[in-house]
């Protein structure tokens, strides 16, 4: 099974940046997209920024569109997700995705992953 490994949290003030890091173990055949995930204490686990590996095509969550970007190093065998201007509401535990969806609908949905992360802790304050 697919090993996935996040990093790159910690506390920004609102308005800051942060990079996130997920590198994955090995590439299957299973591991067709990797996206990245968070959750808030008392909320739901939503989906972020998708990145399919094949194609390089993303999506976005509304709510990070034009602040948050995805990107692979091939090389690394890692996906970033570039954060900027971030609000208190991004604060969450982010974590890191790989699976295979079977459409871009489906890349945001947790169901469509079977490898996470133990997750990165991402704190921004007013």
């Known amino acids: 099974q697919v090993q996935v490994v996040e990093s790159g949290g910690g506390l920004v003030q609102a308005g800051g940046s942060l990079r996130l890091s997920c590198t994955i173990s090995?590439?299957?055949?299973?591991?067709?997209?990797v996206a990245w995930f968070r959750q808030a204490p008392g909320k739901e686990r939503e989906g972020v920024a998708g990145?399919?590996?094949?194609?390089?095509?993303?999506v976005y969550a509304d709510s990070v569109k034009c602040r948050f970007t995805i990107t692979r190093d091939n090389a690394k065998n890692t996906v970033y997700l570039e954060m900027n201007n971030l609000k208190p509401d991004d604060t969450a535990m982010y974590y890191c995705?790989?699976?295979?969806?079977?459409?871009?609908?489906?890349?945001?949905?947790?169901?469509?992953?079977?490898?996470w992360g133990q997750g990165t802790q991402v704190t921004v304050s007013s």
């Open positions: 995705a790989a699976g295979k969806a079977e459409n871009y609908g489906t890349i945001l949905l947790s169901k469509s992953y079977n490898g």
């Open positions: 090995e590439r299957t055949v299973n591991t067709v997209v």
């Open positions: 990145f399919v590996i094949s194609s390089g095509g993303t």
